[in-house]
């Protein structure tokens, strides 16, 4: 077998800089590479990074506090946002649907974890109320609407966005995602249902699909 021929002259300047050129484009592919499965990676579980912004409604994104089952739903939790988005929460949700009456946030922040929107507003005026209440007609799954005094003249639209839980109940090292809130001083319908529909169903304990978060249940 003929060993392999090695090469008897050096390298000339045109072929030294050829060479620099392909170590160069090599590396900047291995750098875009590394910046595309950085971003993959980064969307895959925490929902999408695009801000859900209009005229009258502002989304914000709150890094995701360790879920925990509550057994009393008045205990104090210091949540990181407002409402709040993500975190401990009583044991038992409040069923899908909308409430006259308000609903204590460690309730609903369960609802969240089961991949719901929580609607709440503060202090609106009756057409208002009857927009949001048309909002939640138009698709009602997994989606709570109560008030809310502390909101003021506000409405604001919470989500829960995390990785799927490997067992349901099994909080230890889980991903806890983000908590998102939309803010708004006025309702806007648009901003509302696209908050709905990149944020429904991607929490840590989310149902099979949308249809099985029917009201009442």
Wanted: with cysteine; hydrophobic share 30%; charged share 20%.
């Amino acid at each position: 077998m003929q060993a392999p021929q090695q090469r008897s002259t050096p390298r000339g300047p045109r072929d030294s800089r050829t060479f620099l050129y392909v170590l160069a484009f090599a590396g900047l592919g291995v750098v875009l590479l590394g910046g595309i499965l950085a971003l993959v990676a980064f969307s895959g579980g925490g929902g999408s990074s695009a801000a859900i912004n209009s005229r009258d409604c502002t989304e914000e994104s709150f890094p995701g506090l360790a879920p925990k089952h509550l057994s009393n739903p008045d205990e104090n939790v210091r949540y990181n946002s407002f409402p709040p988005s993500s975190g401990p929460h009583y044991q038992q949700p409040a069923p899908w649907g909308i409430y006259e009456d308000p609903i204590k946030q460690t309730i609903l922040v369960h609802n969240l974890e089961h991949g719901g929107i929580v609607v709440q507003y503060g202090d609106v005026s009756e057409e208002t109320l009857k927009d949001i209440q048309a909002f939640y007609q138009d698709d009602p799954y997994g989606v709570v609407v109560s008030p809310y005094k502390r909101l003021g003249k506000k409405i604001a639209l919470t989500a829960w966005n995390e990785p799927r839980y490997e067992q349901e109940g099994e909080f230890e090292d889980v991903d806890p995602g983000n908590g998102y809130v939309l803010t708004c001083t006025q309702w806007d319908a648009d901003a509302a249902a696209k908050f709905r529909s990149e944020r429904r169903n991607k929490a840590g304990e989310r149902y099979p699909s949308v249809q099985d978060m029917a009201p009442g249940a």
